[in-house]
């Protein structure tokens, strides 16, 4: 039982490059979210999903595109990398769907930068 | 903007003394929750408190919520270098559409052995 993987762990991209983090979970939870983590200023919600095919954007959602082929992987695509992306990416599930009252499970994280 | 804002941002102890870290809000919420963090991990969940209830324990954890003053406090008693972390309160908000938790920004604890 791996929990939440996350990879790659590290990366270092140029700026107008894409890429996708990928996240995957084994433990059959419906919820699963991204957040990404800047110095000083906690989590910040990209994107979630409460069920496979079933997204929704958060806080800070642009230049980030996600999708939901299956309840265990929710990939997150960065279309055209900006420096402003430097960032440290987290994705975290939950059992319940609606994401509320349930603790939830992270990811190790990706360390991303944007030269 | 930041929902919960955890106070202080930082807290050196020594071995054995308590950590008290607080957490405010500013909106109407469903429940709190409190997580850790160890540098270059992940967040790990330690505790969560409903809006109906007042205090938690867990363990060395004590846990308070005042819906009233929209406030909650995170009790380490009797630390201990491995409690040397970062510690958010992150909000499960009841009066918005979004199902996702608000994280705060988090007090960095370092326990002295």
């Known amino acids: 039982n791996a929990g939440v993987t996350q990879t790659p762990k590290f990366q270092v991209l140029k700026t107008g490059q894409s890429m996708t983090l990928q996240c995957a979970q084994d433990m059959n939870h419906e919820y699963m979210s991204w957040y990404r983590q800047d110095p000083g200023m906690g989590l910040r919600l990209i994107h979630y999903?409460?069920?496979?095919?079933?997204?929704d954007q958060g806080e800070v959602p642009n230049g980030y595109n996600v999708s939901r082929s299956t309840t265990e992987d929710f990939p997150l695509r960065l279309l055209s990398a900006a420096p402003s992306q430097t960032s440290v990416y987290f994705c975290?599930?939950?059992?319940?769907?609606?994401?509320?009252?349930?603790?939830?499970?992270f990811g190790d994280g990706t360390r991303l930068s944007i030269l | 903007s930041q929902q919960g804002e955890e106070d202080p941002q930082a807290l050196s102890i020594q071995e054995g003394e308590n950590a008290t870290m607080n957490c405010s809000y500013k909106?109407?919420?469903?429940?709190l929750q409190w997580y850790r963090q160890n540098s270059g991990r992940g967040l790990v969940h330690l505790i969560l408190?409903?809006?109906?209830?007042r205090e938690k324990h867990s363990g060395r954890l004590r846990v308070t919520l005042d819906t009233s003053k929209k406030s909650s406090s995170l009790l380490i008693t009797a630390s201990r270098a491995a409690d040397t972390a970062s510690y958010f309160c992150?909000?499960?908000?009841?009066?918005?559409?979004?199902?996702?938790?608000?994280f705060g920004s988090g007090t960095r604890l370092q326990v002295q052995p």
């Open positions: 999903s409460v069920g496979a095919g079933i997204t």
């Open positions: 992150a909000t499960d908000l009841s009066d918005t559409g979004r199902r996702a938790l608000t």
């Open positions: 909106t109407s919420i469903n429940n």
């Open positions: 408190i409903r809006s109906n209830e």
């Open positions: 975290a599930s939950s059992y319940s769907s609606s994401g509320s009252g349930q603790p939830q499970h």
